[in-house]
């Protein structure tokens, strides 16, 4: 199974992504994690990514398609992989399909999660983070057993720095005008599959299988 999932920021493939990744032993590899962790642990990647982060911009193709590189060439993704975040510009797209064509594997489905925006904009100001181990909560969805308090590793929990109202805005702006051009560029092929993201985390879930079922 060779996945990407495709939506705005909120959209809940992040989510959806861990859990298909954990039910079939896929690996999911998120780009904004790995960026994350880039900083987190004050690499030169991180420093240099963390500008572009906090504005909500994108960081430059070159550097996320080399991270993609790296990811896709670990023994682990020999049998399948799920990325998630990636790829969010044309140029990424096509990027990722000179990778696999080296490769001789192709993708099975890009699944596009569509939620309205006035949804994402209420999940994203939910949202509430783990600066220590990465977990995601969301205080309408998807909440803490401990108010504020990561279930994992019991760290306090924050909102992170791009879910702030005007850089949300900016995120939203970015994806119209970068991402959302793949739906097109992906629509000519016939791997395109839709998600209506919106529901239950349940339920979602039983949409997602219900379309990747077969790849
Ligand atoms: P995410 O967690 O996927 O929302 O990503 C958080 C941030 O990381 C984004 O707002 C971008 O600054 C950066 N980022 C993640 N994935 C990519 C990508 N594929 N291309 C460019 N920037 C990315």
Same mark, same amino acid.
């Given at each position: @199974?060779n996945?990407v999932?495709?939506?705005?920021?909120?959209?809940g493939?992040? %989510?959806?992504?861990?859990r298909?990744?954990a039910?079939?032993?896929?690996?999911?590899?998120? %780009?904004g994690?790995?960026?994350?962790? *880039? $900083?987190?642990?004050g690499t030169? /990647?991180?420093?240099d990514?963390?500008?572009? @982060?906090?504005a909500g911009?994108?960081?430059?193709?070159?550097?996320? /398609?080399?991270?993609?590189r790296?990811? /896709?060439?670990t023994?682990d993704?020999?049998?399948?992989?799920?990325?998630?975040?990636?790829?969010?510009?044309?140029a990424?797209?096509?990027?990722?399909q000179?990778? /696999?064509?080296?490769?001789?594997?192709g993708?099975?489905?890009?699944?596009?999660?569509?939620?309205? !925006?006035?949804?994402?904009?209420?999940?994203?100001?939910?949202?509430?983070s783990?600066?220590?181990?990465? *977990?995601?909560?969301?205080?309408?969805?998807?909440?803490?057993s401990?108010?504020g %308090?990561?279930?994992?590793c019991?760290?306090?929990?924050?909102?992170?720095? !791009?879910?702030r109202e005007? %850089? $949300?805005?900016?995120?939203?702006?970015v994806?119209?005008?970068?991402?959302?051009?793949?739906?097109r560029w992906?629509?000519?092929?016939?791997?395109?599959?839709?998600v209506? *993201?919106?529901?239950?985390?349940?339920?979602?879930?039983?949409?997602?299988?219900g379309v990747?079922?077969?790849s």
């Amino acid at each position: @199974m060779n996945l990407v999932l495709l939506g705005p920021p909120g959209s809940g493939k992040g %989510t959806q992504g861990e859990r298909l990744a954990a039910h079939s032993g896929v690996p999911k590899y998120a %780009t904004g994690d790995i960026l994350r962790d *880039a $900083v987190r642990r004050g690499t030169q /990647l991180g420093d240099d990514a963390k500008r572009y @982060m906090d504005a909500g911009e994108l960081v430059p193709d070159e550097v996320v /398609l080399g991270l993609v590189r790296e990811a /896709l060439s670990t023994p682990d993704a020999a049998e399948g992989f799920i990325l998630d975040g990636f790829p969010r510009t044309v140029a990424q797209a096509e990027g990722l399909q000179r990778l /696999l064509e080296e490769r001789g594997i192709g993708l099975d489905a890009v699944v596009y999660f569509d939620v309205p !925006d006035e949804e994402l904009i209420r999940r994203l100001a939910g949202r509430r983070s783990c600066p220590n181990c990465g *977990a995601v909560f969301n205080i309408h969805s998807d909440p803490p057993s401990v108010t504020g %308090t990561c279930d994992n590793c019991e760290s306090e929990l924050v909102t992170r720095e !791009d879910d702030r109202e005007e %850089t $949300v805005k900016n995120r939203l702006r970015v994806y119209k005008e970068h991402t959302e051009p793949l739906l097109r560029w992906y629509g000519e092929s016939s791997v395109l599959r839709e998600v209506e *993201a919106v529901g239950s985390l349940e339920e979602v879930y039983g949409k997602l299988l219900g379309v990747v079922g077969d790849s």
